[in-house]
């Protein structure tokens, strides 16, 4: 297992590398470019690219470059999106969005696929489930890589703390702030001041070092991996055609359970893209300042980085369907929580509550729903992580899209009526499953969560 887990580790630390650059960024572009709304427009357009990479980059780059050098060329594009931000415009943005978008959708795809066949190959060889390793796997690779954000946000806060220009939030101000906010910009006029342009070049020089260092672990270190022999003949012989690669996505929407996924999945891009862009901007930059949005967000990756290891260990003992649940009620506790309060700097320690215990819910959504796919659709990987990568990305749209369009309030309303609706479909599948397999269903359930994995 020596091998196996020395490349899990490399994947490991090269996504907590690239993502402590792109995790930061992430959180701060609804406070720090608030500007006619660029900074989630750029998020926005850049989830837009990753539907579109989807739907036909992933398979025809895995099949072509092998997992390894799929992940290594799509790190660069995340590169790309952090220089963009030297000169942040919508000229500079907007582009090197696309182009992190384009490459997105291979990374996360590549690393699903490596993961998955990684844990398929040292079951098969030690005689062990191949479900329980591929769940550690993922355990091992989410714990690692959630703690990027604890890194990105550090860094980010501590340098946006040297600026000495805070300011004193006014009543006024804050009435503005929370579930019934303004629709207006606030971010410059509470908090603190707009960071100084040296400091935020500091920032992304360490962002951008980061992912430079992440595609040299990859490239360096990364073992290629490849299926059985016989298979890996197979697809060299018979080399699917480019529209027959770019329709496999939509191919596998004739599984019944993949449509029945869609709300959960979409859910996912909902959940952390209201976090990040509307609870880092209208609860903590409003009432707080721009300096205190990277160590809430600290306090989501740490809660987030610790579940995941948990909840791939406990799984095989709990099951899928109880952890779903328990994701379910932290999460509606949540969004009625945030409808209800207004945010005040007095108030400091709720400001981290609520990220903590998203960061719960989260860590079940990532290791369970990703998992889940890897289990279901064993015999189509790429298509089903394609599609995961897809409907997830739609509601990073969605949210990112309509973020300086909608009050907050509207947006929590939203985030609860798909939850309800993802949580109505997943029960479908869980019927159609044990349905298929009557004979099977408790076993399944002692032996471990047929699910697996995490992103983000």
Known sequence: MERNLKNILVISFGFLFLFTAYGGLQSLQSSLHSEEGLGVASLSVLYAALILSSMFLPPVLIKKLGCKWT????????????????????????PTSVILGLGGASLWSAKCTYLTIAGNSYAEKAGKNGKDIINQYFGIFFLI?????IWGNLISSSI?????????????????????????????????????????????????????LAVLLIVIFLDQIKSDQAETEKEILETPSFWSTFLATFRHLKDKRQCLLIPLTMYSGFEQGF?????????????????YVGYTMICFSAVNSLCSLLFGKISQFTGRKL???LATVTNTACIIALLLWKPHPKQLAVF????????????IWQTQTNGLYGILFEKHKEAAFSNYRLW??????????????????????????????????YGAVEYLEAKSSPGTTTKKENVGPLTQETLM
């Open 323 to 325: 952890l779903f649940a």
């Open 352 to 363: 981290f509550i609520f990220p903590a215990l998203w960061g719960l819910a989260d860590a």
């Open 71 to 94: 992940i290594a060329c799509s790190m660069c594009c995340y590169i790309a999106f952090s220089l963009g931000n030297f000169y942040a415009s919508w000229y500079t943005l907007i």
């Open 145 to 149: 890589f959630q703690s990027s954000g």
């Open 275 to 291: 976090l990040a862009g509307d609870y880092t901007k209208t609860y903590v930059t409003c009432a707080l300042g721009i300096h």
């Open 160 to 212: 946006f703390s040297q600026a000495p220009n805070k300011v004193e939030v006014s009543e006024e101000n804050l009435a503005c702030c929370g579930a019934y906010d303004c629709i207006t910009d606030t971010t410059n006029a509470t908090g603190s001041a707009a960071p100084s342009s040296s400091l935020i070049y500091t920032l992304l020089g360490i962002y951008t070092a980061s992912g430079v």
């Open 392 to 425: 997830e990305s739609v509601g990073f749209v969605i949210a990112f899209g309509y973020s300086t369009k909608l009050q907050v309030y509207i947006k929590l309303y939203i985030l609860l009526s798909v939850l309800g609706l993802s949580m109505v479909m």
